[in-house]
């Protein structure tokens, strides 16, 4: 049995205490239940995907459970209209409340909130939201008097709430260390060249006749709603059925599942559940299934109505959007509409309202044919709504004639009873000013249920080629979905997908890898240029400045995804692939629109680790997979109809221009490092720099350091990907492999030679006025992990005094992950990383504790009242010195207050420290993997798409599932003193080949084959 606990096991791993009495007071002021957070242990649990209920790291948003299927599932009980823990920082100073969760297959994007409505978006031609929510001057229907008592409580949980942070322990240290603050983000700076570019944006705005300051117009957006709810009408009441604006005081449940949210509101004794999935696979479309009940005693005649908006927001890239910009660009966006016009139509063949948004005749000289690159689709999608049970009783289009004075609580047409529209609708009206309803009349006897079924999504029209190769114009991929329950059908096909740790003994972790993994999937798109599905890094990245990148992320991102998803994996590789400029060579920053390349208005024009993330994420699948065809395969460059000169357009070919550019173009400084560029992983060392130090002769410049600075973190990096990569390309390519290794011994000397005697490695070398030397030598984790994970700490003898230093600056004062400086920030892309150090080089406990940590539900222990970084969460976490710990940043260009969610690197990189910690990573010869298990605990599953592992005392068994024809070694970590070791593959029992303190298992495959294995020893 376990021992006795004073902690939960996640509190205990984290080395946290519980919390305070304060915040379980906070929680009874707001008439909330306590949180049941007590975890039994389950005894040598051999099931991996048999979830324990656990309510730890729920937060004060409402709390985790299990759904139908067995699977993790947050249930939302806030009353957000009241409570005003709800509201959060953004740049536009709007009363925000709106909380979401991500709702997606590998085609589309749905944000189902807390408020009921449901916003969808699509990338296949650059992103587009299909019906943007804008309706911001539309409040809550709520209770003044029970808003007011609310307010009351607010002084008092922000004065008890500061208590637990000094309660976690070495805070006051950390101030002391840096009180000057949080430093800005390293992807919020601006640099000269945005200013003039804000100025000019702003100015475009005032010439519009706008004028001021820039805001949300509420008469442009009057009736964008988004949808993705009802309204029922019993004859004598009518009342929507989403939580922002039903009646007040009708009870209303939320529950955001794997693939899908449910929503409930019981009023006048209906309940009317609503669940809307997005069917996994390819298809782009959501699946709203709506449950109608009669809980009275008597027979009651229902109009059902269904709701969704068409209010196509093409996200055109915009780099400046906090504040007043994000109006500003919102508005420039929204213009793009007078080029446009729409025609509702009735398919009877498909029982569907189909809005085609088409280009005015003539169109804008600045339009393009569909084939050719662009910033903007001009051929946009056709969005529908079908009713897959029948025939609607009546339709409706015209939006302001449906809502009228009654807006989104109470619709005029609904009130008024008025009747459909007539069948054949094809005139041409303003995109922005139809909707999509369908209604159905129905009559439920006493406790009688009904069950309607609709479907809304977007189709090209025309033939065009998607993922599956289909034809999705004519709807007829709808057919499947008129029968069977597709929710449920989701839910089983996620469980196969998902990624599974079961310890018997930690639950928290057990839920949040496998809810980090349905995270990570569920945000692919599909990208029509490159054709190929993408994982976005999203948050406002992605969904505000409508830019993706950058391509580092996808590179990290593939990493898990090489287990989880090895094809999804393959085609993010093909994607920096088809990115790289067949000219120069280089990368660029970011990719927007169909088929444009961004480097962020010249922000970002020379990223220099770019190279080194592409072979990374090269290596990792390489060596996982054995899918040696990627070498070979033909891939195109960018543009596609251009190649190198002298060189091919096989992966190898690829290989080759990243090591010229990353060797040549990039090069190295006179120090001997990899130089810095316009910025390595962190964007804005360069520039953030400059501007710290200010105009004068003494500080660092912009341009001189972005011609000449020197990036340490990029050639620690190097010092592990070269060797690894030139292992895997030996046998295809041996000149290219004496390429790749042929920078190495002057770049681990020169990257040795870094090492700071306070105890760490210089973050960088930049350059001032006269072009001398600066060198940048305060504490950095950026310039820490790559030292410990590339062997370089190790062999240069200051292994022990760097991760020592690392604990004690930023990692044990900071309760949510290691800081990126004393007191600074946490991001996960780089906390995430010491925690693979920390494995690799032995610290088993630092490397748990930082896996648990990272934890989304450490974040909601430490800070429950905010509600990102519960169940999803941004790309960087605020730091101990900030206003807000715990919360996001903004700066004035990227506003992640505003869009804190949705970002992938939480997720990617908690599966990647996972993977690690299990013991799991590349062989250094590149012929296979290494399984040397770094988990404290006497056993452990860990289960993905290629690979199993179960870890018991004296024993690692496992599978492997081949994903292409070929071979792999694995080799698995066996105590020294083990003796008696006993190796099976495939069940037979095979000679030990040992090396050092590894035993080789040799695995052959076909692809789709699972290959058992399993090594036990004896021990003294």
Known sequence: MPPDRERSALLESADLPEQPWTQRLIRWLFRQSPLETATPFQSQSEDARAFAQTEEGSASFGRWTLDDAGLPAYAYEMAQEVDPRATYRNTEKLDRRDHWHQVGNRRLTALASNDGVIQVYMGDRGGVFLNRFEAWAAGYTRSLLTLAFFRMLQWLARLLSRRFLRATGGVAGARAQQAAGDPISPRGVVAPETIEAAAQQLAAHNATGNGGTPRRDPVATRYAFAGGFGYVDDGTAVWATAHRFRPAGAPSRRHFGMGYAEYETTYRDVRVIRRVTAPFGDDPVLIADVQLENLSAEPVTLRYYEYWDVNVHQLRVEWIRSGPFGPASDDARRRLARHYTCCVGWHDDVSALRARVMLKDPPPPEALPPDQISDVDWHPLDIFLADLEGEPDAFYTDKAAFFGEGMAVAPSVVCERRPGEPNKLRNEHPPLSRCLVLRRDVTLGPAEKASLRFAYGAVRPGYTATPSGEDESNLAFLEKYRRGDPRKQTQACWKEHLAYFNTGEDPVLQREMAWHSYNLLSATTYNSFHGLHVVPQGSAYLYLHGADGAPRDQALFSLPLSYVAPELARELIRLLMQLQNAHTGRIPYAFTGYGCVDDALGLHASPSDLDLFFMLALTEYLAATGDNSILHEEIPFYPPDAAPPDLGRTGLDHIRVAAKHLFESVGT???????????????????????????????????????????????????????????????????????????????????????????????????????????????????????????????????????????????????????????????????????????????????????????????????????????????????????????????????????????????????????????????????????????????????????????????????????????????????????????????????????????????????????????RWERA
Not at 712 to 730: K, S
Not at 816 to 833: E, F, K, N, T
Not at 845 to 865: G, K, Q
Request: aromatic share 8%; with cysteine.
């Open 669 to 1015: 400084g006179r120090n001997g490092l990899i130089k810095i560029g316009s910025g390595d992983w962190s964007d804005g060392i360069v520039i953030e720099t400059a501007l710290a130090d200010g105009i004068g002769p003494f500080g660092v410049t912009y341009q001189n350091s972005k011609r000449n600075g020197e990036s340490i973190p990029n050639t620690q990096m190097a010092l592990y990907v070269l060797p690894l990569l030139a292992a895997l390309v030996e046998a295809h390519d041996g000149e290219l492999a004496a390429y790749l290794r042929a920078p190495l011994p002057g770049l681990k000397a020169a990257a040795a030679r870094q090492w700071n005697p306070a105890g760490w490695y210089n973050r960088a070398i930049l350059r001032g006025a006269d072009n001398r030397e600066i060198v940048i030598n305060h504490f950095e984790l950026e310039a820490q992990p790559w030292a410990l994970i590339s062997g370089l700490a190790a062999e240069s003898g200051t292994q022990g005094a760097l991760i020592a230093r690392i604990d004690a600056l930023v990692d044990e004062p900071s309760p949510v992950g290691a800081a990126l400086r004393p007191g600074g920030p946490v991001w996960p892309a780089v906390s995430q990383l010491l925690t693979w150090a920390y494995a690799r080089c032995g610290h088993d406990e630092l490397a748990w504790r930082s896996l648990n940590r990272n934890t989304f539900a450490i974040h909601a222990h430490v800070y429950p009242d905010i509600w990102f970084a519960t169940w999803s969460g941004p790309d960087g976490i605020n730091g101990l010195n900030s206003e807000q710990p715990g919360g996001t940043w903004s700066s004035a260009v990227t506003p992640m207050t505003d869009f804190p969610v949705m970002n992938a690197n939480p997720d990617a990189m908690a599966l990647l420290a996972l993977l690690r910690v299990c013991g799991v990573e590349p062989a250094p010869g590149g012929d296979g993997l290494l399984i040397h298990p770094h988990v404290p605990r006497e056993r452990f599953t860990l289960d993905t798409r290629l690979l199993r592992l179960s870890v018991a005392p004296n024993a690692v068994h496992g599978e492997y599932r081949g994903v292409v024809r070929g071979s792999r070694a694995i080799y698995v970590y066996v105590p020294e003193d083990a003796f008696n070791v006993k190796i099976t593959v495939g069940g037979e029992i095979i000679p030990n080949w040992r090396n050092g303190s590894y035993f080789m298992l040799p695995l052959s495959f076909e692809a789709g084959q699972t290959v058992p294995f399993s090594v």
